[in-house]
């Protein structure tokens, strides 16, 4: 008789107010569900991706947000972030997903969505709640990592 192992899988949840101090939380959450899980090799993308979704759910929302995080058993991780507005921005929408606008040089904001672009594996979006009873439901957007390429790629600050 053989022995079954049942994958390694597990997830976590973190509802996040509207506050500025939401996406130091979100990285704090995801760095020590990382580190406990020994996935050390993904956390430096998960972290800055995880940061820029929380951060664009503060600032273009007036309300709260949700994390979770989810190990999935073919050993990508899996990040969401729920927010209430309902627009689903490039590049998490229908193709082409090259339409997020470059940010000017002197910029200090807008590279967040094409951070997602070169450091996740995939990504997209979905609306929560078709039917006008549904209002606020808002949006899920989602990325990827540990799939192909894993560990490949250097974040360079």
Same mark, same amino acid.
């Given at each position: 008789?053989?022995? #079954? ?14 506050? $500025? ?24 993308? #998960? ?43 490039? $590049? ?11 940010? $000017? ?53």
């Amino acid at each position: 008789m053989g022995t #079954v192992s049942l994958p390694h899988t597990w997830a976590y949840a973190l509802r996040l107010p509207h506050d $500025p101090r939401a996406a130091r939380v979100a990285r704090m959450t995801v760095r020590a569900a990382l580190h406990s899980h020994g996935r050390q090799e993904v956390l430096e993308a #998960v972290e800055l991706l995880t940061s820029e979704l929380v951060t664009n759910a503060y600032r273009h929302t007036s309300g709260p947000a949700s994390l979770r995080l989810t190990a999935l058993a073919d050993g990508r991780l899996r990040v969401g972030v729920w927010d209430s507005h309902p627009r689903i921005p490039a $590049p998490f929408g229908d193709p082409p997903w090259d339409r997020v606008p470059g940010a $000017p040089a002197e910029a200090e904001g807008g590279r967040g969505l094409h951070l997602v672009q070169q450091y996740a594996d995939s990504w997209g979006g979905w609306p929560l709640g078709d039917s006008p009873l549904d209002r606020g439901a808002g949006k899920l957007l989602w990325f990827e990592v540990g799939g192909r390429g894993a560990g490949k790629r250097e974040i360079v600050a």
